[in-house]
C-alpha cells in the first residue's frame, strides 16, 4: 500500500534539488544559507522518523536560525530571457498548458477512480494519504511528458524549481511552523483558557447578541489560531451548545455549520493562515506580504454581516 | 482560577508579526514561550515542537510542484497564458476571475480541493491571465495596479475554496463540525450541515463577485 512515507521520500528528494539549484546559483550572495535550508527540510523528510523528538526539536531551531538570521536569499539569474520566452511560447503554442493542466487532471480522475470505482477496495493508497498521492503522481507524469516533449537541459527543472522555491524563501515552512505551534498551544491550554475568558463575558437575554458574540468568537479566536478548526470545538463548547442550542433553542445544523464559515471569514484576515495568505504574496512576489489578506477583508467583513444574519434568521426563525 | 499566562505567547505573534520580525523567528519564540509558561520545561517543549514540526510534514509537501511550474515558465508559460487571454474579445480581469471563483467553488463543492491552488494554478495560470485582461482594459498597469490585480487573483482562490468545500459532505470541517457536536449528544448527518453551507457559498459569490467588477470599472476608468 503506497502510504505518506512514500510522498516524503519524493519530498526529499525534490528538496535535495532545491539545495542542489540553489548551490548550482552564482547570483545568489547567499547561496550556502538557501542549501543549508532546503538540505535540512529535505533530511527532515528522509530521517524525520528516525531523529527522535528532541533532535527534530533541534532541526527546527537549526531551520528557524538560518532564515531569522537571514543567512537565506534570492539570486537574479535568469535561465530564458522575456524575448526567449516569447519565442518558445509562439513555438509551442497552446499545448504549453498540457503539462500544468496534467497535474489537476490527475487528481481529478484519481479522485473519482478511488472513490467511485472498485480500486476503492484494493487499498492501493492509504486513504488519509490519497490526495498527496495523486498529487505526487501527477507532478511526476506532467514532469516526465515535459522533459520528452520540450528536451529540456538535464538540471533545467533542478534550477528552475530552486528559483521559484527561492523567491517563497522562509515562507514555504511557515505553515508548518504555525501548525506544530499550534501543537505547543494546545499542550499548554490555551484553548482551554480562551474558551474560560469567551464564556464569562456572555451576554444573557438577548438571541442576537448571544449569535454576534459566537460568531466574532469564531473570527477573532480562528484569526490568533490561523485556522477555524482550532476556534470550532471551543467555541461550540463556550457558547454554541450551552447558550445558543440548549439555551435558546437554535437549529443545531445551522450553528455549527454557519458557525465555522464565520471562522473562515477570520482565516481570510489573518498572517497565521500562512498557506492562504503570505505564501501566494511570495508566490506573486507581491511587495507587501499582508497583500492578500488586504485584497480579502473587503469580502470577508460583507461575508461575515451576511454569515451573522444567517445564523440569526436560519438558525431561530425558519 | 485560571491560568492566563500561556496568552503571553499570543500577544508575542501578535506584536511579532506587526513589527514585520522574521515569522519563523516570531513563531518559534512564541512556541517556546508560551511552553515554559504552561509549565513545561524547555526539553519538554522542545520535544513538542520537534513532534508537531514532524507530524505535519504533510503540509509543506505541495512544493514538489515547483520544478514543473519552473520548467514551464522557462519554456514560455505566462507568455502563453497572456497571448491565450488576449486574443479572447470581451475578457475583462473581473470576469476571467469571475469565472475561476465559480469553478473553484463548484470543484470544491465536489471535494475536488486540491486540483487548484496558489502554486497549481494561481502563479502559472491564473495571475498572469489577470495581469494580461488588465492591460486590454487599462494599457500598461503601474506597479500598484499590477500587484493589485495579482492579490486579487490570489484572494480569489481562497474565497473559491473557503466557500466551497464545506458543500462536499466528506471534508475534514464538516467532520469535525459533525464530532464536536457529537460530543454533546447532538446527532446530525454530515448531508444536514452540508446543506446549510450553501446560503453562505452563494452569498460568498455575489460579494466577491460585485467587488470583481468594481475593479473592472476601476481599470476601465485609469486608462
Known amino acids: 500500500m503506497i502510504t505518506l512515507h512514500w510522498l516524503y521520500v519524493l519530498a526529499g528528494a525534490v528538496f535535495a534539488g532545491f539545495a542542489l539549484g540553489s548551490a548550482r546559483d552564482e547570483t545568489n550572495p547567499k547561496r550556502w544559507g538557501n542549501t543549508a535550508f532546503w538540505g535540512l527540510l529535505a ?29 537565506i536569499g534570492c539570486g537574479t539569474k535568469e535561465s530564458t530571457t522575456h524575448a526567449e520566452r516569447e519565442r518558445f511560447s509562439a513555438r509551442h503554442g497552446n499545448k504549453l498548458f498540457l503539462p500544468a493542466l496534467i497535474i489537476p487532471f490527475t487528481a481529478f480522475v484519481g479522485t473519482l477512480l478511488f472513490n467511485y470505482t472498485p480500486l476503492k477496495g484494493l487499498n492501493l493508497i492509504d486513504p488519509k494519504a490519497v490526495t498527496l498521492v495523486l498529487l505526487g503522481c501527477g507532478v511526476i507524469i506532467a514532469l516526465i511528458e515535459s522533459y520528452a516533449w ?27 511552523m504555525l501548525a506544530s505551534l499550534g501543537v505547543i498551544f494546545a499542550a499548554a491550554g490555551v484553548g482551554t483558557t480562551i474558551g474560560a475568558i469567551v464564556g464569562a463575558i456572555i451576554p444573557s437575554g438577548s438571541v442576537f447578541l448571544a449569535v454576534l458574540l459566537y460568531a ?31 439555551g435558546d433553542g437554535g437549529n443545531p445544523a445551522v450553528i455549527g455549520a454557519v458557525g465555522m464559515l464565520s471562522g473562515f471569514c477570520g482565516t481570510l484576515m489573518t498572517p497565521m493562515a500562512a498557506n492562504f495568505n503570505i505564501v501566494p504574496a511570495a508566490l506573486l512576489e507581491l511587495r507587501n506580504q499582508y497583500g492578500v489578506i488586504r485584497a480579502q477583508v473587503a469580502t470577508a467583513l460583507p461575508l461575515l454581516i451576511a454569515n451573522i444574519l444567517i445564523l440569526f434568521i436560519a438558525g431561530f426563525h425558519l | 482560577m485560571i491560568d492566563y499566562w500561556p496568552l503571553l505567547g499570543i500577544a508575542l505573534v501578535v506584536v511579532g508579526f506587526a513589527l514585520r520580525f522574521n515569522p519563523l523567528l516570531v513563531v518559534a519564540v512564541a512556541g517556546i514561550v508560551t511552553g515554559l509558561l504552561g509549565h513545561m520545561t524547555f526539553l519538554k517543549v522542545l ?7 514532524n507530524e505535519n510534514r504533510y503540509v509543506t509537501i505541495i512544493w514538489i510542484i515547483l520544478p514543473v511550474v519552473g520548467l514551464l515558465e522557462r519554456y514560455g508559460l505566462q507568455e502563453r497564458a497572456r497571448t491565450l487571454i488576449g486574443g479572447i474579445r470581451g475578457a475583462t480581469t473581473g470576469r476571467l476571475l469571475i469565472v475561476y471563483l465559480a469553478i473553484r467553488q463548484i470543484l470544491s463543492a465536489l471535494g475536488l480541493t486540491t486540483v487548484a491552488g496558489h502554486p497549481q494554478t494561481v502563479r502559472p495560470l491564473v495571475a498572469p491571465m489577470a495581469v494580461a485582461a488588465a492591460e486590454k482594459q487599462h494599457g500598461k498597469l503601474d506597479e500598484d495596479t499590477d500587484q493589485r490585480v495579482k492579490a486579487m487573483s490570489a484572494a480569489t482562490d481562497n474565497v473559491g475554496l473557503f466557500f466551497g468545500e464545506d458543500i462536499f459532505l466528506a471534508i475534514a470541517s464538516i467532520l469535525l463540525i459533525q464530532g464536536s457536536l457529537a460530543s454533546f449528544g447532538i446527532q446530525l448527518t454530515p448531508f444536514q450541515l452540508s446543506v446549510w453551507a450553501i446560503p453562505s457559498a452563494i452569498c460568498a459569490f455575489l460579494i466577491h463577485s460585485t467587488r470583481l467588477l468594481l475593479l473592472d470599472r476601476s481599470l476601465g476608468r485609469r486608462k
Open chain 2, 47 to 53: 520535544a513538542t515542537l520537534g513532534h508537531g514540526f
Open chain 1, 43 to 71: 533530511g527532515s523528510f528522509w530521517f524525520g522518523d528516525f531523529l527522535g523528538d528532541i533532535g527534530n526539536g533541534m532541526l527546527v531551531l537549526v531551520l528557524v536560525a538560518t532564515a531569522g538570521l537571514h543567512l
Open chain 1, 216 to 246: 466574532l468568537g469564531m473570527v477573532v479566536f480562528t484569526m490568533i489560531m490561523g485556522n477555524a478548526f482550532a476556534a470550532f470545538p471551543v467555541m461550540v463548547a463556550a457558547i454554541g451548545v450551552p447558550i445558543l442550542i440548549h
Open chain 1, 150 to 176: 520540450l528536451r529540456a537541459p538535464a538540471l533545467a527543472a533542478v534550477d528552475e524549481g530552486s528559483r521559484l522555491m527561492n523567491g517563497v524563501g522562509w515562507a514555504a515552512v511557515l505553515p508548518q
